[in-house]
């Protein structure tokens, strides 16, 4: 299973950008697909989250901010990132919760990660 991110970059704050993570491979089915993010000296957090069903979750400081979307028919996630901030700054990557087959159990994978810095 791979997860391949794509859309980040160089944005003034207050800017939009997009992110995509396409999961290919041998997959039944993904549980659970998001966004996390880390900077320099900091553990990884949890951005956003949304499970096959359609639940979300955000980290609050992005709330009202961030919308993630998926596309299960084409094992996708999206996170539109609107009002970016400088805090923003970070390596974002992609996760996914996946089964390989019916009876696997559910295991862990990440994407290469994609830097998003916000700077004037």
């Known amino acids: 299973v791979q997860l391949q991110a794509s859309g980040g970059g160089l944005v003034q704050p207050g800017g939009s950008l997009r992110l995509s993570c396409a999961a290919s491979?041998?997959?039944?089915?993904?549980?659970?697909m998001g966004w996390y993010r880390q900077t320099p000296g900091k553990q990884r957090e949890l951005v956003a989250v949304q499970t096959t069903g359609g639940s979300t979750s955000y980290v609050d400081s992005v709330k009202g901010r961030f919308t993630i979307s998926r596309d299960n028919a084409k094992n996708t996630v999206y996170l539109q990132m609107n009002s970016l901030k400088p805090e923003d700054t970070a390596v974002y990557y992609c996760?996914?919760?996946?089964?390989?087959?019916?009876?696997?159990?559910?295991?862990?994978?990440w994407g290469q990660g994609t830097q998003v810095t916000v700077s004037s």
């Open positions: 491979g041998s997959i039944f089915r993904i549980n659970v």
């Open positions: 996760y996914g919760a996946v089964s390989v087959t019916v009876a696997a159990r559910v295991s862990d994978y």
